[in-house]
């Protein structure tokens, strides 16, 4: 299994933005503190409040608007589906980042939740790389 723990400002606009995606949420692991949101049967995005985030770490939280903690890739069905997920980020609070790449076997774009945490969206077709 694996668990990616993002700090987030307000639980309810992460849920609603990601909702908007078309993520669903285990709301058994849920509180005023926590969301679970489902990426896979064994990955899960658990969106922390930032004073919670920051019991687990005696760093600083990193500040997105100024750099990048990570990229976190979801590898979806179709071309279709990238632009689907981009442009819902957009139209719910997120943003578009970067241009879109398209590598003919590789559809990639990406957004910001939020947050501000980098996201991308990518379509990869095996057989077209060959």
Known sequence: MLFINLPVKDLATSRRFFTALGFAF??????EKMEAM???PDTFAMLLTEEYFATYTDKKIAD????????????????QRVDELA????ANGGALSGETKDLGFAY?????????HLWEATHMDFT???
């Open 128 to 130: 077209a790389a060959q």
């Open 38 to 40: 489902i990426i896979g």
């Open 87 to 90: 442009e819902a980020a957009a």
């Open 26 to 31: 285990n709301d058994q692991f849920a509180d």
């Open 64 to 79: 997105t608007g100024e750099v990048t903690e990570a990229i976190f890739a979801l590898g979806v069905e179709s071309r």
């Open 108 to 116: 990639t774009r990406a957004f910001t939740d939020p947050d501000g």
